[in-house]
């Protein structure tokens, strides 16, 4: 009797971002100096995934070249299966206005526009018509709480205002990854607890993030921590807070409704 053939085991999804001895090194002098050393990373899809490291440890750079703002020295990246280290510059910027969405610690607005304006543009860029990405930018303002800015210009807002909007706008093309880098290094503890609260919302939505910061309690909030050291990954752990941590980062979070 014929026996039946054993299923084939689930193959794995692949990483949505994956990196193979990547470097990034800058002339300095007569030689070069490696920022970033050999670094070997994947990011799966709907993970939260933070970077740490001491200051000049190549956590930025190493955000920077993931997201093609700045060419590798070496190494290989992968972006939703397809190798994308080799690209050009034109085509890097097609790619992120498709696919990738940053948020930097100075927002990085642009001033001669209105908030709107700053929110709709990567989803027009992107391909989306003026109704739809209008909808967009609609639907991201509300959700973040500055509707009521949506024609003001980013210098009258606050630092915190600055920040929804620059999130807003990385989140307009609705990317399969988003980039963050030091998303509240330049925010107060109120202003940090907001933005932290739309990123956990965020995440909780099924985004995919990988966020360089410096403190910890931002950090807690991420499925996995990386540190950086000198450019190479020191440790690389998933995130299994206490009961006593998750309570404080709650409270953190929740400390103003």
Request: glycine share 10%; aromatic share 4%; charged share 25%.
């Amino acid at each position: 009797m014929r026996q039946n053939p054993e299923p084939c085991p689930a193959r794995e999804a692949p990483a949505l971002l994956r990196a193979r001895g990547l470097a990034k090194a800058y002339k300095s002098g007569g030689g070069s100096v490696e920022a970033v050393r050999g670094v070997d990373l994947e990011v799966g899809v709907g993970e939260f995934v933070a970077i740490m490291g001491p200051s000049g440890s190549g956590k930025s750079t190493l955000l920077h070249v993931l997201g093609g703002l700045e060419p590798a020295t070496r190494g290989e990246i992968w972006l939703r299966g397809k190798r994308v280290d080799g690209l050009s510059p034109s085509a890097w910027a097609v790619l992120r206005r498709k696919h990738v969405g940053f948020v930097f610690q100075f927002f990085n607005l642009l001033s001669t526009m209105t908030v709107a304006d700053n929110v709709e543009l990567p989803a027009l860029l992107a391909g989306a018509t003026p109704k739809q990405a209008r909808k967009r930018r609609e639907e991201l303002l509300e959700e973040l709480g500055i509707a009521a800015k949506a024609g003001a210009a980013p210098s009258r807002l606050s630092g915190g205002e600055q920040q929804r909007v620059a999130l807003a706008r990385a989140l307009a093309n609705e990317p399969s990854l988003l980039l963050a880098d030091e998303p509240t290094g330049n925010l107060d503890s109120a202003n940090t607890r907001d933005v932290l609260r739309l990123l956990r919302r965020t995440h909780a939505g099924g985004q995919t993030i990988l966020m360089v910061t410096h403190d910890a309690k931002v950090a807690c909030l991420a499925d996995r921590v990386i540190n950086l050291f000198d450019g190479m990954i020191a440790d690389d752990a998933k995130v299994v807070p206490a009961p006593r941590e998750k309570a404080t980062v709650r409270n953190f979070l929740e400390l103003r409704g």
